[in-house]
């Protein structure tokens, strides 16, 4: 459930998130505490999938960030993420997707496979409304406003995160 949109521009990228929290089939609305797009130390990362996975990225990312932006260390940060959360849970495969924004670069990732998005991508329940959105010149809160809009599995308030290269 959910949806985060990202879009690269001169300069710099975008990426916004909807708020959307679940619990089995109880929504939890305007809980901002657990969100799915935060940022450590320069990493912006969005992501979807159950919180329990997006949490503990959050707390690896306090002491773990990529080498660089490429995505070969995207992948292989993620990878040292699995097996971070195998040591914890014996959960070792990342089910969650994510959109990272590093240095001014935006990747996105299914399991371990990483791809740098050189224009715009969504991910989530939402994503199809979200790129078509995008497609038709739209900004990515407008993208994730959209989303919400029109899928039962999305929900406002709208998180926007920002990198500018100064």
């Known amino acids: ?47 979807v999938g159950t919180s329990e996975e997006s949490v503990q990225l959050q707390s690896f990312s306090t002491t773990h960030r990529p080498a660089d932006a490429s995505t070969d260390a995207i992948a292989q940060f993620l990878s040292e993420f699995a097996f971070w959360k195998k040591q914890r849970t014996e959960k070792f495969a990342v089910q969650n997707d994510f959109i990272f924004g590093l240095d001014g670069r935006l990747f996105a990732n299914h399991s371990l496979s990483v791809v740098e998005i050189e224009t715009f991508e969504a991910i989530g329940a939402g994503q199809d409304f979200a790129l078509a959105a995008m497609h038709l010149g739209k900004s990515v809160v407008e993208a994730v406003e959209l989303a919400c809009d029109l899928s039962i599995l999305c929900e406002r308030p709208v998180q926007l995160k920002r990198y500018v290269r100064a």
């Open 1 to 47: 459930m959910s949806v985060v949109a990202a879009r690269r521009f001169a300069g710099g990228f975008e990426i916004a998130a909807d708020s959307i929290l679940v619990r089995y089939c109880t929504q939890l609305v305007g809980n901002l505490k657990r969100s799915k797009l935060w940022e450590q130390d320069g990493l912006i990362v969005g992501g």
